[in-house]
């Protein structure tokens, strides 16, 4: 399993557009790279996954370069609501790719 | 849907003592998860079952057993709790393709 790193805290003040970014350097050719966000008392809840290039939802984008070592999560415009524990996973997601690994994930404290 | 229940919501234990914690999913996905998730920590696996009728541990299985009831259920036994056993656990279950899994609230478990 691919391991991660990613900032332990961030912070951001309300209506600003949040940058994550997570490290994965011995990411697999056939690895995903996925997000999770997870609030106090809560279990995680994905929010965004992707191969390469950008990929973009309701919530989120998530955008990867061509050697794929690395990810960035972006959050437009955050709210006080999105102050929660965002995760950055790699893993492949066939039929026979199980198991996630789920760091300690990044901080991010939303300030009014 | 209810997604994914989990039983009970808070337990105490006495070291020594055994309990079951219980899992089910309405989603009918084939495989389900165990973590534990320590204070400030990221989860970490304790066992997984990628479809009825079979089970692998996970990075933590230690002091656990599994059941795959069921395709809906899957649950998790402590035979002799430990204080390192105090965690809150999760389960949860994944979506066919892809690595989107979807996360019961959790229950949260003390060992005295």
């Known amino acids: 399993l691919a391991k991660t790193t990613q900032p332990i805290s961030m912070d951001s003040y309300e209506g600003q557009e949040v940058n994550i970014t997570c490290s994965h350097n011995?990411?697999?050719?056939?690895?995903?790279i996925t997000w999770y966000q997870q609030f106090p008392s809560q279990g995680p809840r994905f929010i965004i996954q992707?191969?390469?290039t950008k990929v973009t939802n309701e919530v989120a984008s998530l955008f990867i370069p061509a050697d794929r070592k690395s990810s960035t999560l972006s959050l437009p415009r955050v709210s006080l609501s999105d102050t929660a524990v965002y995760y950055c996973l790699v893993a492949g997601s066939g039929a026979g790719s199980y198991q996630l690994t789920f760091g300690k994930g990044t901080k991010l404290s939303v300030i009014p | 849907n209810a997604g994914v229940t989990q039983t009970p919501k808070f337990q105490v234990l006495k070291t020594g003592q055994s309990m079951t914690l219980q899992c089910a999913q309405d989603m009918n996905h084939n495989s389900m998860y165990w973590y534990r998730q320590d204070p400030g920590m990221g989860l970490r696996l304790i066992y997984y079952?990628?479809?009825?009728?079979?089970?692998d541990k996970g990075e933590v299985p230690n002091g656990y057993n599994v059941s795959r009831l069921n395709k809906r259920e899957f649950s998790l036994r402590l035979e002799s709790a430990a204080p390192s056993q105090t965690s809150v656990y999760f389960c949860?279950?994944?979506?066919?393709?892809?690595?989107?899994?979807?996360f019961g609230p959790g229950t949260r478990l003390t060992v005295l």
């Open positions: 011995n990411i697999a050719t056939n690895d995903y």
């Open positions: 949860a279950s994944r979506y066919p393709l892809g690595n989107e899994q979807f």
């Open positions: 992707g191969y390469k």
């Open positions: 079952s990628a479809s009825e009728g079979t089970t």
